[in-house]
């Protein structure tokens, strides 16, 4: 091999090209996601929460191997994509029935509020099925790290919130943040990102929407340190102008950092190819600059 691998950021030496053709060659009848792990385990690549950094491994493989340096065993599945495989789960899933009795009471009527983190537990097929029947954008599986919350109000849901891992690169984000692009690529963990906010439309409660992220952004730190052995000291979220002015975000202390350039991240030239938004942003710490700016 000439030269290196460029991938995700990552330089892959020829030294370390040949050093996972040893490990094929060592470990003849493993599976691609066995040569994933064993990878991982010979080269420390883990997330901070200690598991393997299986999928990027995988990712490195699969280029590797389509660009003619290793040769991978055959694939046991084809087009291994989890967010594809999840969203073909979500078309069969039938719709939950919920108690959509109007609700319309002052905000201190509704108190106590719960806040449970449902992904992973038997609440969350009713959290992807609020979001595909009632949020305008429907549900999505999130990507990378990520965190579901239904808001109870005595036993009925009334709202949802996904979390998930941030965007690489955002330009109104990075240049309010001020980092370095390398202190973005060591350090982007350190954000979450708000793909999805629904609030029932059976519920009309003033104030609600805004007092719901006043209380995720006390919960949403711990709970993610929980789940993935780091903190957290940033969130975000994108808010479409032509839709919504992004009322609740603001009102809960949201700062407006800038726009999207309306460009997706294979968008193949300089015109935007989709809806211009709005970035929004939250800190979680007055010293949000100095922890995310840190080598």
């Known amino acids: ?7 995700r950021s990552q330089t892959i030496t020829a030294p ?11 470990h003849p009848g493993a599976t691609r996601r066995r040569l994933s792990l064993l990878l991982c385990e ?6 901070p929460n200690g598991t393997p950094r299986d999928m990027v491994c995988r ?20 087009g291994f994509n989890p967010a594809a495989r999840y969203r073909g789960r979500r078309w069969e899933a039938r719709a939950i029935a919920v108690d959509t009795t109007p609700l319309a009471v002052p905000l201190a009527a509704l108190r106590p509020l719960e806040f449970p983190q449902v992904r992973r537990t038997p609440d969350e097929a009713l959290f992807n099925s609020l979001l595909e029947q009632y949020h305008p954008l429907r549900y999505i599986q999130p990507v990378g790290e990520h965190l579901k919350y239904i808001v109870y109000a005595a036993g009925r849901p009334i709202a949802c919130l996904a979390w998930s891992s941030a965007p690489r690169h955002l330009g109104a984000r990075d240049r309010y943040i001020g980092w370095s692009a390398e202190a973005r ?11 999805r906010f629904l609030l029932v439309p059976w519920v009309q409660v003033k104030h609600l929407a805004s007092h719901i992220l006043g209380r ?11 789940a993935y052995g780091h903190s957290i000291y940033f969130l975000e979220t994108f808010v479409d102008p032509t839709r919504h002015r992004g009322t609740c975000y603001r009102a809960a202390n949201w700062v ?13 030239n300089k015109r935007p190819n989709r809806s211009i938004k709005d970035v929004l942003g939250y800190p979680l710490t007055p010293r949000f600059r100095e922890l995310l700016a840190e080598g």
């Open 256 to 268: 407006v950092m800038g726009r999207t350039t309306g460009r997706g991240k294979n968008c193949p």
């Open 1 to 7: 091999m000439e030269g290196t691998f460029r991938y």
């Open 59 to 78: 990712g490195l493989l699969l280029g590797l191997h389509r660009a003619g340096h290793i040769v991978l065993p055959p694939a046991k599945q084809q």
């Open 216 to 226: 995720m952004a006390t919960i949403l730190p711990e709970d993610w340190a929980r």
């Open 42 to 47: 010979a080269w420390e690549w883990k997330q």
């Open 16 to 26: 370390q090209v040949e050093f996972i053709r040893q490990l094929i060659a060592q």
């Open 185 to 195: 690529r060591r350090n982007l963990r350190f954000l979450a990102y708000n793909p």
